[in-house]
């Protein structure tokens, strides 16, 4: 079996355009991302591979993701595209490019890319992604060249608001 896992970044600052990738977490944003993913330690899901945006509220998210489930900071991957630029065909090959030594597959970015990203890949996930939704999808797989688009069983979806 392989799991992916999609996270919208936490809460973040309001602000323009002008600086948009600079954006930092809010303290809502900040303790949200450590709830959440407290709770998938107790799940325990824990991630081979995290890939990240580079902007600063997703970047700092999945920051907080690796501390709360021992994953070294400096082996996140971040690619630029993930800010905006990505397609969801794009999104399928890195997916399917994944060595197959990795079982749990972390992925963060930004909506409404990664709405979209956990509709395409699971063919039953109807939910809604406030900041800090993560989406858990199982694909009952030996290898991710098998992971196709729609293929994937929803989980678990884990928001902030679960733990008020």
Request: contains cysteine; hydrophobic residues 40%.
């Amino acid at each position: 079996m392989k799991r992916l896992v999609i996270v919208r970044h936490a809460k973040a600052e309001q602000g323009g355009y002008h600086n948009d990738f600079e954006r930092e977490l809010t303290e809502r944003g900040i303790d949200d991302a450590h709830k959440v993913a407290k709770d998938l330690l107790e799940w325990e899901i824990f991630p081979d591979k995290m890939i990240s945006s580079p902007a600063a509220r997703a970047l700092t998210t999945a920051r907080i993701f690796a501390s709360e489930l021992n994953f070294p900071e400096n082996k996140i991957i971040e690619i630029k595209d993930f800010y905006f630029d990505y397609t969801s065909r794009e999104f399928a090959e890195l997916v399917q490019q994944t060595a197959d030594t990795t079982t749990n597959l972390f992925t963060f970015g930004h909506n409404p890319f990664m709405y979209y990203m956990a509709k395409h890949m699971c063919g039953n996930f109807n939910g809604d992604m406030p900041t800090c939704s993560t989406v858990v999808i199982d694909f009952n797989i030996e290898s991710w060249k098998d992971a196709k688009p729609g293929k994937g069983n929803f989980f678990l979806h884990l928001y902030p608001k679960l733990f008020k």
